[in-house]
């Protein structure tokens, strides 16, 4: 019994904080077209930016995997 009210008493003081919470009815979004043209031209800059750094690092993949006897080579002549 004792542990039962030690686990009521938990919970109502839980949902006392947890109310809060729920007190929003809904989602009050005023943002009108310019904002959402402003954030897709954000997106854009961010996709421009991705596809070079992609290469980039594509290209110094590419050189640490490529074989070294080549420079090997052009140091013995």
């Known amino acids: 019994m004792k542990a039962t009210a030690r686990i009521a008493a938990a919970t109502a003081t839980l949902m006392t904080f947890a109310s809060s919470a729920f007190a929003s009815g809904g989602r009050v979004d005023h943002s009108g077209i310019v904002v959402w043209v402003f954030l897709g031209f954000c997106g854009m800059i961010v996709a421009a930016q991705l596809i070079p750094a992609l290469l980039v690092m594509l290209g110094i993949v590419k ?15």
Request: net charge negative; hydrophobic share 35%.
């Open 63 to 77: 050189g640490v995997m490529a074989p070294r006897e080549e420079a090997a080579e052009e140091t013995s002549k």
